[in-house]
């Protein structure tokens, strides 16, 4: 999103530098561009998506150092020096997906994919807390990710399946978990 | 084509991957927001607050004033540039233009657009356009926009009813006559939508040197090239419209005429690409995407044991200011108007009101959800008069599996089934006798209880012909469907479609389709989508018709390759095609099977060895064919019979329900939903949207309207008070699937995109109707809210 | 839905927030947490020339805790105060409360101070600090000031402070009274997390004979402010707040209340629920402090 030059004269600029996905980006932004806006127009970073703006849908949820927030509400130069993950960061390298993406493919957990990528941040804060999740603890989990495709039942089970495996992975050798 | 049943399939029906999860997992989607172009400029626009008002003045001076600001366009201007959008209807005067024209008529009605370097800016212009009304008398509630003396949503028009008639199919009034018992009701369903997340958005760039307009739009719309082109006074062929772009979700509404007629005229114009995306507000209630507003008075006529013998049925549909397609969602249901049951004499009276409020738009199911509400409430209420099991009026009214194919009295055939096979599966599935002693538990512990069944169809596959029903003017009598499918030189198969998808899971479809015919892995046939110059016709994903249609397609053009396959193999074998069998891609002699070419052999004939083509064959390898829909090509005789879809899915839901007597909370603690689908493509893509379906009607029957005052003003414009069901309000779903194939189809598929939100309105409502019984209380709207049954429940005092 | 634009200040000291708000250069707002004042941006229905982010005063971060009392710093994310132990053990009610806020990603954003400032009725925090008897630490140019609750809720969305005061913490005194303490805490809203259709909050203590001996009932979600029920709570004094005490406060539950009808439930409605979850709260307050006895 490239400003005329009467835009960036009649406003004022603020500086910011952010690291998103392990790569550090410095823009010059006005304050009230979001940060879900700073990350799709500025860094071209469209996987995170914006659904309704006021912070019901979470269509754009990230993770912001740690925690995972609505990035619809959150000005981009609130993140300034801070940390952000996105769905493009879950990705070990770029030809392969995390765990629990394989895991959304395997139990076909979206349909047009649009709330998805805030389904897959909310997922993945719940699976660095909890590898054992309950049925409750999933729905708990994506209470504030709207979908309107799936009925979230692929999704659940999507996700189970991914703290299944991970948990798995994460099992000593030699332990119950080996024999799956 | 006949069908081509199967026992057993090598990929169809089998559990696979879709191809399309991989790209929207890695945030790697395309959808409209996405598509950034050089230089591209941003909509934003001004809307009527007043549902009614004349436009005396529009002050644009302020706004084209600001830095960053490149136009601003008014009604008066995009009228002399296009072509007005035409109702569905018979109304040849109700022109519409993508901006309000001396009038508007509803509030979130268009009046102005600017165009600037950001949305943001943008948004900033659109407040200092100053626009000038004089509010005049508006009426909001259907019934009474159908008295004479209601003020005119359109004053040309002889009133606010844009269509009436009454069908009549059999000997309704001897049918009605007969029978000892009656029941007449109202059922009424509340302005709902599907609301997908993403909003509607469109990219359009005019590009001179070609005389071509560049269309990205985020579009669930047949046609919409041509309606497009249509308006913008361009030749089809002047349009370019970028199927490949990813919609998130639409279930029918995304029909975004008016916004790709605004943004086209505006790149046009401005010689610049121009971006419009929705946002939720504009959407809610300025994007013209509500759904059914429904009052349904029904009347059926039964013997003591509970068959019913005669229906009548009054549906008034309140379309919002602008009848665009929505008026015809009075009669899609016409191809299901007596639901799953041996009915043999029909009335039915649609009615089509215009009101100052938002325009409806096509919903999933394009009428067959309230249809389906509305009579399975009549069910359930012949049960509850004459003291007879809800289960066992089902039974004793349901069609017969030996009866197929099945006529209806207004004259759909319906194609194959087992209702009772399924009922008696889901009743298995959900251990209904268990329900019931869980239910009569609670009872016992003070709860309301209840539990619910529906027997519901979902008629697929799409057929055009309800719109000359409703528009002699509209003689379409079919919708056709087509597919390109070519094998290059290196043997990689490649399928080509032309429509945008939002989830269905198109590429998945149409690659198993052909690897299922040309014996190939699915995982190596790459599906593409054409756009709009290079793309086949096609009829877009609606009326649950890709499965049957995008599927015969590609079957079609798949098994001409096959055939071409089998021609190169014979000619090389030197044997007649007879003598050969083909197996997976190879083609071989059948009394030796040693004697064989395979496929990289067959396609270096096809490629590069013309001495060795049968003299007449086309060089290269590829196939296109377009069918259109199975029993399609007739016209409504003059009392309105006629076929419409093809194919019958069939449904039936079980469901639990407590209902909080306080606070009027309805918990949904088990749900059980059969379907029949016949031959399922790929499960996982049939199953989650069967589940999504019925998230869709939890929505609908619980927590979801468009809430509009006595002013005209929407109450619940934005999610925090429209509500979407989250995972706390869906339950986990069981399905239990059953198969009585189409004869119709290529491989016994029918049509499912439809499928959960076409019955569970009905079945919730069954429910919670059980929970209310023993208080003699009995609800027949929905969304049933918390404050209409907490309204309710105070009525008996039930707080002890 | 952009927001107006606005000039973006973010002071590193609670002194420079009370400088930047006594300048008076035009409307400033407060953010916080923003899950309630960036939708209004966005929305255009808030429309500040100035947006004090005081998210990088560390010295509005962090739980203090003394013998008497502990100390919430406005800043405090909603999520840390959920998790911190402290909360759970020395405050409750408000730990109770907090389990009803939002979903996830708003309380890793959302403040207990922003919540407070925002005075939404239907507000979950408010509603306990209000039946605790908090008080709100507020400061100016002009020095410090000490806010009881009860007089911080003034009208919806409208608090006590003033134009030039920054909320700063609140603090929760101990309840000195001989005996066991208990809390209840309920909530009815449409869907899980929806704001609040009517919501009720209870701090007691029971004497060795399980005597009500001392009793705070407030309710939320009323369509005004979160009110105490005085009228309740000195009917319950004394008693051992059997069956007939809470038939009798639902029924002043219901009757005392200020209720609004809207599009999710009518006035009628919203007292019907109102008065039979002061009720559960009081029981549930009853039997947590029952079970502390023994």
Redesign the interface.
């Known amino acids: 999103m490239t400003l005329s030059p009467g835009e960036a004269e009649a406003m004022s600029l603020h500086e910011i530098t952010v690291m998103v996905n392990g790569t550090v980006h410095t823009a010059r932004v006005q304050a009230r561009l979001t940060l879900v806006d700073f990350l799709r127009e500025v860094l071209m970073l469209t996987g995170t998506h914006t659904g309704c703006e006021h912070g019901v849908c979470g269509a754009c949820t990230v993770m912001l150092d740690g925690s995972s927030v609505r990035s619809c509400l959150v000005f981009a130069v609130q993140a300034a020096g801070s940390q952000v993950l996105t769905v493009e960061g879950l990705a070990p390298d770029p030809e392969g997906m995390s765990v629990l993406q394989d895991s959304f493919c395997e139990l076909h957990g979206l349909q047009c994919g649009f709330c998805t990528p805030g389904m897959l941040i909310a997922a993945h804060d719940l699976l660095q807390h909890n590898l054992a999740p309950t049925e409750e603890d999933i729905r708990e989990a994506i209470g504030g990710n709207l979908c309107r495709c799936t009925g979230y039942k692929q999704i659940v089970d999507a996700v189970a399946l991914a703290a299944e495996r991970l948990s798995r992975a994460n099992a000593p050798k030699g332990s119950a978990g080996d024999a799956a | 084509m006949t069908a081509d049943v199967r026992a057993g399939f090598r990929y169809i029906g089998q559990r696979r991957r879709p191809k399309e999860d991989r790209r929207f997992v890695t945030g790697s989607g395309r959808y409209a927001a996405d598509v950034t172009l050089p230089g591209m400029l941003h909509v934003a626009l001004v809307m009527s607050p007043h549902p009614a008002a004349r436009i005396v003045a529009i002050d644009t001076a302020a706004a084209l004033a600001l830095p960053g600001v490149r136009a601003v366009v008014t009604g008066a201007e995009l009228m002399q540039g296009t072509e007005p959008i035409l109702s569905g209807l018979d109304l040849p005067s109700m022109k519409r233009y993508p901006l309000a024209l001396g009038v508007v008529r509803y509030a979130g009605e268009w009046v102005a657009a600017i165009v600037a370097e950001s949305r943001a800016l943008a948004e900033d212009a659109a407040e200092l356009v100053e626009v000038d009304y004089e509010p005049l008398p508006q009426v909001i509630d259907p019934e009474a926009a159908m008295q004479p003396d209601a003020p005119r949503v359109h004053g040309d028009l002889d009133g606010n009813v844009l269509y009436r008639r009454r069908f009549v199919w059999g000997p309704v009034a001897a049918d009605f006559a007969a029978p000892a018992h009656k029941v007449a009701y109202r059922a009424r369903w509340h302005r709902s939508a599907t609301v997908p997340i993403e909003t509607f958005g469109v990219v359009a760039r005019w590009n001179p040197a070609q005389q071509l307009l560049d269309v990205w739009a985020s579009v669930q719309m047949p046609k919409f090239p041509e309606h497009l082109a249509r308006a913008l006074r361009l030749p089809g062929s002047g349009i370019c419209a970028h199927f490949d772009v990813d919609v998130g979700g639409s279930y029918g509404v995304k029909r975004g005429l008016k916004h790709a007629i605004l943004v086209g005229y505006l790149a046009r114009s401005l010689g610049v690409p121009v971006r419009l995306l929705e946002d939720r507000l504009d959407n809610m209630r300025g994007g013209d995407a509500h759904g059914p507003d429904r009052i349904f008075d029904v009347e059926m006529a039964f013997d003591d044991d509970g068959v019913v013998r005669a229906l009548k049925i009054r549906a008034i549909d309140d379309v919002g200011a602008y009848a665009g397609r929505a008026a015809l969602q009075l009669g899609k249901p016409i191809t299901a108007i007596v639901g799953p049951y041996r009915i043999r004499s029909v009335a039915y009276e649609p009615i089509s009101v215009c009101t100052n409020k938002t325009p409806e738009e096509a919903v999933r199911g394009f009428g067959q959800g309230p249809t389906n509400f509305a009579l399975e409430t009549g069910m359930d209420l012949i049960a509850r008069q004459l003291g007879l099991d809800r289960v066992e009026v089902r039974r004793r009214n349901l069609i017969r599996t030996d009866e197929f194919p099945y006529t209806i009295p207004s004259g759909s055939s319906y194609d194959s089934g087992d209702y009772h096979a399924v009922l008696d599966k889901v009743l298995a599935a959900a251990d209904w006798s268990t329900l019931v002693e869980r239910r009569d538990a609670a009872r016992a512990a003070g709860r309301l209880a209840g539990v619910g069944l529906c027997c519901c169809l979902e008629p697929s596959g799409g057929n055009a012909s309800f719109e000359p029903l409703f528009n002699p003017q509209a003689s379409n009598t079919t919708w056709m469907e087509g597919c390109q499918i070519k094998v290059d030189q290196t043997g990689s198969i490649v399928a080509s479609i032309g429509t945008n998808s939002s989830g269905q899971g198109h590429e998945t479809l149409v690659a198993t389709v052909v690897g299922e015919v040309l014996e190939r892995d699915p995982d190596t046939v790459r599906v593409v989508r054409a756009d709009s110059l290079g793309a086949l016709p096609s009829h877009s994903a609606v009326g649950s018709r890709m499965a049957i249609m995008l599927g015969g397609a590609a079957a079609g053009a798949a098994r001409k390759l096959k055939q071409g396959l089998i021609a190169i193999g014979a000619h090389n074998l030197k044997v007649a095609a007879e003598a050969c069998i083909y197996v997976d891609g190879a083609v071989a002699l059948a009394a030796d099977p040693a004697e064989r070419l395979g496929w990289q052999q067959l396609i270096d004939i096809a490629h590069r060895h013309f001495h060795l083509l049968p003299p007449g064959t086309e060089p290269g390898l590829q196939a296109s064919y377009v069918w259109e829909v199975p029993t399609g090509g007739a016209l409504p005789g003059a009392d309105g019979r006629v076929q419409m879809y093809p194919c019958y899915t069939f449904e039936s839901h079980v469901v639990y329900a407590e209902i909080d007597r306080i606070t009027g909370q309805t918990r949904l603690g088990g749900y059980f939903a059969g379907h029949d689908c016949g031959v399922m493509i790929n499960p996982d893509i049939v199953h989650g949207m069967t589940y999504g379906g019925i998230a869709h009607g939890i929505g609908a029957a619980l927590y979801e309207r468009f809430h509009y005052d006595d002013d005209g003003q929407l109450l619940s414009g934005s999610f925090m008070d429209y509500l979407i069901p989250s995972a706390h309000e869906v339950p986990n779903i069981v399905i239990v699937d059953h198969c009585t194939p189409s004869p119709l189809t290529t491989f016994g598929q029918k049509g499912s995109g439809e499928a959960g939100y076409l019955g569970a309105p009905a079945a919730i409502a069954s429910a919670v109707n059980d929970a209310l019984a023993p208080l003699g209380l009995h609800i027949a709207v929905v969304p049933m809210t918390v404050a209409a049954l907490g309204d309710l429940l105070a009525t008996k005092d039930v707080q002890r | 839905?952009?927001?107006?634009?606005?000039?973006?200040l973010?002071p590193r000291s609670v002194p420079e927030i009370c400088d930047l708000l006594a300048a008076g250069k035009g409307e400033a707002r407060i953010?916080a947490g923003?899950?309630s004042l960036?939708?209004m941006?966005?929305?255009?229905l808030a429309r500040p020339d100035v947006?004090i982010?005081i998210?990088r005063v560390d010295e509005l971060h962090g739980i203090d805790t003394a013998a008497d009392a502990v100390a919430i710093r406005a800043c405090t994310r909603q999520?840390r105060a959920l998790d911190d132990p402290t909360v759970r053990t020395r405050l409750p009610l408000l730990a109770k409360a907090l389990s009803f806020v939002?979903?996830?990603?708003?309380r890793?954003?959302g403040t207990i101070g922003g919540s407070l400032a925002n005075a939404d009725p239907s507000a979950e925090i408010g509603l306990a600090a209000l039946a605790m008897g908090a008080e709100i630490e507020a400061r100016s140019k002009a020095g410090d000031r000490t806010i009881p609750v009860g007089e911080f809720f003034v009208a919806p969305m409208v608090t006590a402070l003033a134009a030039d005061e920054c909320l700063t913490a609140i603090r929760f005194r101990r309840w000195n009274e001989q005996g066991s303490l208990g809390t209840g805490f309920q909530e009815?809203s449409?869907?899980?997390?929806?704001?609040a259709?009517a919501l009720a909050a209870v701090q007691l203590t029971l004497d060795r004979g399980g005597t009500c001996c001392r009793i705070a009932v407030s309710l939320g979600a009323s369509g005004t402010k979160p009110q105490r029920l005085t009228e309740i709570e000195q009917a319950l004094m004394g008693t051992k707040l059997g069956k007939a005490e809470l038939t009798e406060a639902e029924r002043l539950a219901h009757d005392g209340i200020d209720a609004v009808s809207?599009?999710?439930?009518?006035a009628?409605?919203r007292r019907?629920?109102a008065g039979?979850l002061a009720a559960r709260a009081i029981a549930e307050a009853r039997d947590d402090a029952q079970s502390r006895r023994s």
Do not use: C, E, W
């Not at chain 3, 449409?190 to 704001?195: A, G, L, M, Q």
């Open positions: 839905m952009k927001a107006v634009d606005f000039d973006y973010q953010l923003g899950q960036v939708p941006l966005a929305m255009r947006v982010d998210n999520a939002g979903h996830r990603q708003t890793n954003r009815t449409i869907r899980r997390s929806d704001f259709l809207d599009i999710h439930a009518s009628a409605h019907r629920i039979v």
